[in-house]
């Protein structure tokens, strides 16, 4: 079907551009009759890949930034994008946001208490952990993850009490050594597998 849609608009047919819903707060007598509890508990079913995502310290910030993100995936090849989401209440974004660049770093299966660290709050995430920069941003790159990702922020969308943040991908690499080389940090029914 992709690929149908894909040939159909190299032809040079026209296409018809929808118009863009009207955005807007979400009132509380608008919202699902689900519980939150019960929607984290079923969609704890679903297992995600772990990844970390940094930025270098924008200017008048006194260090990188990071944080825990298992809502990471690729969006698009041509451009290459990728997006991930973050609460709103985040006190990490704003200071990504800020530097207006980033590094998705996909966690091994070996480093959950580093994502552990980079899951919690008011600490220094980057005391004792190895890193260089990406080389496009400048985004702090750690050593031993399964892959990298280096973006610029290309749009911020919203999404509910979330932040949907695409990244145009500048460069990106994956580890080759024995250490990089294995599996997959996951995460399902809230904890690592």
Same mark, same amino acid.
């Given at each position: 079907m992709a690929a149908a849609a894909v040939r159909y608009l190299k032809v040079g047919r026209p296409v018809e551009v929808l118009p863009r819903p009207e955005l807007?707060?979400?009132r509380e007598d608008e919202r699902a009759p689900v519980d939150p509890d019960e929607f984290r508990r079923v969609l704890g079913n679903f297992a995600s890949g772990v990844t970390i995502v940094t =930025?270098?310290?924008a200017e008048g910030q006194s260090g990188p930034a990071g944080f825990a993100c298992q809502s990471f995936s690729s969006l698009s090849l041509d451009p290459p994008l990728v997006a991930f989401m973050v609460g709103r209440t985040s006190t990490t974004w704003p200071r990504i946001a800020h530097a207006g660049v980033f590094c998705v770093n996909v966690l091994s299966a070996g480093q959950g208490p580093l994502c552990r660290a980079f899951a919690r709050s008011g600490t220094d995430k980057f005391a004792g952990v190895e890193?260089? =920069?990406a080389p496009v941003s400048g985004a702090p790159r750690l050593t031993g993850t399964l892959a990298w990702i280096d973006c610029a922020i290309h749009a911020v969308?919203?999404?509910g009490d979330h932040l949907i943040?695409?990244?145009r991908v500048n460069a990106l690499g994956?580890?080759?050594d024995d250490a990089t080389a294995g599996q997959?940090?996951?995460f399902h029914k809230g904890r690592f597998v």
């Open positions: 807007r707060c979400v =930025a270098p310290a890193y260089d =920069a969308h919203t999404g943040v695409v990244g994956a580890g080759d997959p940090l996951l």
